[in-house]
Structure formats: structure tokens, C-alpha cells
């Protein structure tokens, strides 16, 4: 369950071809704002019937939180047109630590360690003017009612499958764990805390160990069977995937 919102005024809502609906993931899940919204009424006046694109801003885990965002605009009537996913450029273990340095401090930039600045690249942002590009002949001839896939051959959304594994176990664990939590006592209470403490701890652990195990049995896994690993790839990226055949008409 989410926060509570403040009542959004969407005027001529009925009228728009297509919905944009762009979120942050948290803890493997939509961020609650969205996932507030994706349960109130005014989403479900905006999104019955109308084509999205969905655009996601994460570290590099977004595919379970995509799943539960996909699942929701399907009940809404929505049709899912589009995905396009935006990650921290760095390396896995990088992000863990600036991410994580930048949730906890607000500081984005001058990272320990010599690492790369958390969040996305700046050059990414403003490479991202290639789906506004395509977007417009494509919706000036009303392509987007077609329901197929505006924004293929743009490299819109790209998935690690070792990430997408190691996500699966996480979102286990995250539910196994709130589930105990609740039980354990109320919130703010010290058998909470303690709970809270101890879980983090084990948090940090699985991420520190389960990350290289996975990405290392990645390269393990497409050498054993490449094909059947880079159709569980393209099957997660659909509908817009990763292609890069129109890159030379829409980003030179
Ligand atoms: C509370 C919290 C939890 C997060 N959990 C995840 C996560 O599970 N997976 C991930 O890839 N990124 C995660 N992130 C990183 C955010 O997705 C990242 O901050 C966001 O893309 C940046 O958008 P913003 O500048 O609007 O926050 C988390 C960030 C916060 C603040």
C-alpha cells in the first residue's frame, strides 16, 4: 500500500493519445507515489483504454517493478506500447555503494573510491531526445493505434539476465522479510528495529555475495545454451527491446 495522495487534476484527460508514465524504482518496486496512483480512480480514468509508454529510472534492478507496473495497466485497460529503461551506467557493485551513498546523503557526485558518479549520465539524458524523435511521425500518423511498439531499433530497454535472476531472489526475500517484520512487533517498536537491523545486515551480505555468483554464472549459462539465455533476454525486454537498427535515422 502507498501513501495517501492529494487529488490529481488531469483536464482533457480523455482526449490524449498516449500516456507517458515515468517512475523511480524502490526496493524492487514501483515507488509508492506510483504505485498510489496505479491504485486510485483518477488512474484508471487517465489509462482505460490508451496506449503507454512506460519509462523507468533505476540503479540497474527495474524488471520485477516493470512485471508489477505491467500487470496493473493490464487490469486498468491500458495497453503497453512501449518500455524504455534508464540505469546507472557503472559497474553493479559501483552502484551499490554510490547509489547508496547518494540515498543516504543526497550527494550525487564526488563519489569514495574514485567511483563514477551515481545516477545516469547526463549524455544519456540527452540521448533520450531519439524517442521524442521517433515519437512524432509515428503519432502524426496515428501509429500508436496500431498497438504494436513505437520505439523498437532505439535501444530502449536492455536486460542483464544474471541482474534480472539475483532480482528474482531479492523480491523473495523482500516479501519473506516484511512479512516477518509485521509480525515481530509494530513499527518503531525495538523488536522491529532489531528485526530491521538484523535484515540489513543480511541484505548487504546476499548483495556483496549474490551479485558476483550470478554474474559470474551468467557467462556460465551462455556458454552452455546462448540461445535459449538470449530468448529469456529478449522475452524481458519486450515490448520494445534492444535492438539498434534505427539509431543511425534517430540519435547519429
Ligand atoms: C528508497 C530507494 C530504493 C531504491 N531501490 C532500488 C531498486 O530496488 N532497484 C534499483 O535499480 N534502484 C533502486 N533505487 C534507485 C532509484 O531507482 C534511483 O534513485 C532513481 O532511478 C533515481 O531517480 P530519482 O532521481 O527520481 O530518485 C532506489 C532508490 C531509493 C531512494
Keep these: 500500500m502507498g501513501p495517501i495522495l492529494d487529488p490529481i487534476e488531469l ?12 517512475y523511480p524504482v524502490w526496493y524492487l518496486a514501483p515507488a509508492l507515489p506510483i504505485a498510489s496512483f496505479l491504485n486510485s480512480p483518477e488512474a484508471h480514468a487517465l489509462l ?45 557493485l559501483a552502484t551499490f555503494i554510490t547509489t547508496l551513498r547518494w540515498v543516504l546523503s543526497g550527494k550525487r ?11 545516469l549520465a547526463a ?17 502524426a500518423a496515428d501509429h500508436e493505434q496500431r498497438g504494436t511498439a513505437l520505439l523498437r531499433g532505439l535501444e530502449a530497454c536492455h536486460v542483464d539476465p544474471a541482474l534480472a535472476w539475483s532480482e528474482r531472489i531479492g523480491f523473495r526475500s ?19 528495529r532489531l528485526g530491521v537491523l538484523v535484515y540489513l ?3 548487504i551480505i546476499l548483495i556483496c555475495t549474490l551479485v558476483p555468483i550470478t554474474l559470474a554464472l551468467r557467462k556460465l549459462v551462455f556458454a552452455v ?6 530468448a529469456r533476454q529478449a522475452a524481458l525486454e519486450l515490448p520494445s527491446g534492444n535492438g539498434s537498427e534505427r539509431m543511425p535515422e534517430f540519435a547519429p
Design 11 to 22: 483536464p482533457g484527460a480523455a482526449d490524449h493519445a498516449l500516456v507517458i508514465l515515468a
Design 48 to 92: 482505460i483504454g490508451k496506449p503507454v509508454i512506460t519509462v523507468v529510472t533505476a540503479r540497474n534492478m527495474w524488471v520485477m517493478a516493470q512485471q508489477s507496473v505491467a500487470r496493473k495497466l493490464s487490469g486498468l485497460g491500458a495497453h503497453l506500447l512501449d518500455h524504455i529503461a534508464l540505469v546507472d551506467p557503472a559497474p553493479p
Design 109 to 119: 557526485q564526488q563519489q569514495p573510491l574514485g567511483l563514477p558518479d551515481a545516477g
Design 123 to 139: 549524455a544519456q539524458i540527452a540521448q533520450c531526445r531519439r524517442f521524442g524523435l521517433a515519437l512524432v511521425p509515428a503519432l
Design 174 to 192: 523482500f516479501y519473506l522479510w516484511s512479512l516477518l517484520l509485521r509480525r515481530i512487533g509494530p513499527q518503531g517498536s525495538s523488536a522491529r
Design 201 to 203: 545486515c543480511i541484505l
Design 225 to 230: 545454451s546462448p540461445a535459449r539465455a538470449r
